[in-house]
């Protein structure tokens, strides 16, 4: 197999997938497309104000390290910080495997 079939068949594809499987985890995706390059504690605050989500920080990091193997995910480091960044191209991928049939 080749080209786009090989997506399929990869691991990526599945890490995408358990990753969105989880709605915390989509939470945190949310969260980070309304604003990008956040720490830790801001995603936790944020999961907490705006979706009721009280988890703890080992929780949310745990969540985070899913999203980063999916490559939904990356971070950078500045200082002690750690910043999130949102990176959508793993769902670009999975839409061009399966795209919209052409309107009537």
């Not at 090989?6 to 709605?23: E, I, R």
């Not at 990008?36 to 504690?41: K, P, S």
């Not at 936790?44 to 080992?58: A, E, F, K, Y």
């Amino acid at each position: 197999m080749t080209g786009k079939w090989m997506l399929a068949y990869d691991g990526g594809v599945d890490d995408v997938f358990k990753a969105l499987a989880d709605p915390t985890r989509r939470a945190l995706l949310d969260e980070l497309a309304e604003r990008d390059g956040q720490t830790l504690f801001e995603l936790c605050g944020r999961l907490l104000n705006n979706h009721g989500l009280s988890s703890s920080r080992q929780a949310i990091s745990q969540h985070l390290d899913v999203l980063e193997a999916a490559g939904l995910v990356h971070t950078r480091r500045e200082g002690r910080y750690k910043f999130h960044d949102l990176d959508t191209a793993p769902l670009r991928q999975i839409a061009e495997r399966w795209p919209a049939p052409p309107e009537e």
